[in-house]
Each structure stands twice: as structure tokens, then as C-alpha cells.
């Protein structure tokens, strides 16, 4: 069965940081590969996505993931963080050709950013 | 994208009794899924609500506890039954669009007293 790992739960920042932030999947076939951010109080937002192509991919404010498939791996970054970045960030993994198409998350990563 | 509709955006139950919540979405789609976020953690899918079919059941959860109805393409429900503070969790839907991903609802918070 497929699943998703976050190493980090918990990590402090000062503003214009940069920010890694890991993700491991285990599946051997094909994946579609999300980062979802979940702002204080509100619902879940995309951020970004891959699908196939280009392993870098970039999204919505100013964040970029780089899928590693040799390493299994979709990292998050973002090179200079900001206090409205505070958030928790969830990793989430498709494997598609399934029955179900199914989207499996990571236990999510919580970021604060300090002014 | 599309726009999923759910509601009630909250709610506050005795224990014993079942709540339904609904999912509306402004298109057809093939499949619906359901998630509960406990507090403090990630998503755990439910179940996967398939039009004209019985829902597909995670681990852990069984059809007695949350019923789940799929009446068309464009809406479902999520029961959950003889609820316990334990059952106290956002509950979201979502729905897969070939190309973009998936889209969520707004969730629905359920306190049990």
C-alpha cells in the first residue's frame, strides 16, 4: 500500500529563511505527486502539482517541489519565507492506474514563521 | 476547478446521535471522496463514493459507523452514526479532475457534547 512521509512536524523560521521541506513516498509505479497548504483557520489550497514532465515544478507564492524519482522524494522549497507562510504544509501522493484513484496524505508539516 | 459545496460548515451533537453531511459539486464527476481531519493531524481518507455503486472503505472504517449515499454525479453524503467525542474531526470531501488534481470542500467541523 502506498504512503507518505513528512520528516519535519514542526518547523520555526525567521522571515527571508529558506525552507525545505521533505517528503518521501513508497510506491514503485507511477505517481501524481501534491503539495496542499492549510492556512490558520481556513481550508485546504493547492500549491502545487506534478504530474509528468519537468521534475522542478513551480506553483502559487513563490514556493517550487522537485520531484527525485530515484529517491522516491517530492521536496518543497521556498527560498526566502515570509510571515503569511506560517501554515501547515501537506505532502499527498496518487498512484495512479488504481482502482480507486485515491490521494493519500503525509501528517503534514507545521510552519511558523517569526518576524 | 471545481467548486464543491458543503455543508453544514459546522456542527454541535449530543453523543448517541447521527449527523449527515452534504457534498455538491458544480460538475459531474466519476468520483467523491471523503476525509476526516482529527485535531492536530493530517487527512485520513474514509471512504471513496462512487455513483451507482456501494462506497469503497479505507481501513478502519466501516459502512455501520458512516453510511455513505451517492444518489448522482454531482452530490454525495456522509453519515456519521451514534456519534462519540471521538468522532469530533473536520470532515472534508473532495473530488479528482483528470489534469488538475483534486479539489476540497470547505469541511465540515463536528464537535460531539
Not at chain 1, 53 to 82: C, H, M, T, W, Y
Request: aromatic share 12%.
Amino acid at each position: 500500500a502506498q504512503s507518505v512521509s513528512q520528516h519535519n512536524h514542526h518547523v520555526i523560521l525567521s522571515e527571508a529563511a529558506s525552507l525545505e521541506l521533505g517528503c518521501n513516498y513508497s510506491y514503485g509505479g507511477s505517481v501524481n505527486l501534491f503539495w496542499y497548504v492549510q492556512y490558520p483557520g481556513q481550508h485546504l489550497q493547492l500549491l502545487l502539482k506534478y504530474f509528468s514532465g519537468d521534475p522542478l515544478v513551480k506553483g502559487i507564492k513563490g514556493f517550487e517541489a522537485e520531484f527525485i524519482k530515484s529517491k522516491f522524494s517530492f521536496n518543497l522549497r521556498k527560498p526566502s519565507v515570509q510571515w503569511s507562510d506560517t501554515a501547515e504544509y501537506f505532502c499527498a501522493v496518487n498512484a495512479y492506474g488504481g482502482a480507486t484513484n485515491k490521494l493519500i496524505f503525509g501528517t503534514g508539516t507545521l510552519l511558523a514563521v517569526q518576524p | 476547478s471545481a467548486v464543491i459545496s458543503q455543508k453544514p460548515s459546522r456542527d454541535i451533537c449530543q453523543r448517541g446521535t447521527s449527523l449527515t453531511i452534504q457534498c455538491q459539486v458544480d460538475s459531474q464527476v466519476t468520483m467523491m471522496f471523503w476525509y476526516r481531519q482529527q485535531p492536530g493531524q493530517s487527512l485520513t481518507l474514509i471512504a471513496t463514493a462512487n455513483q451507482g455503486s456501494e462506497a469503497t472503505y479505507e481501513s478502519g472504517f466501516v459502512i455501520d459507523k458512516f453510511p455513505i449515499s451517492r444518489p448522482n454525479l454531482t452530490f454525495s453524503t456522509l453519515t456519521v452514526s451514534n456519534m462519540s467525542p471521538e468522532d469530533s474531526s473536520i470532515y472534508l470531501c473532495s473530488v479528482a479532475r483528470t489534469n488538475y488534481g483534486y479539489t476540497f470542500g470547505s469541511g465540515t467541523r463536528l464537535t460531539v457534547v
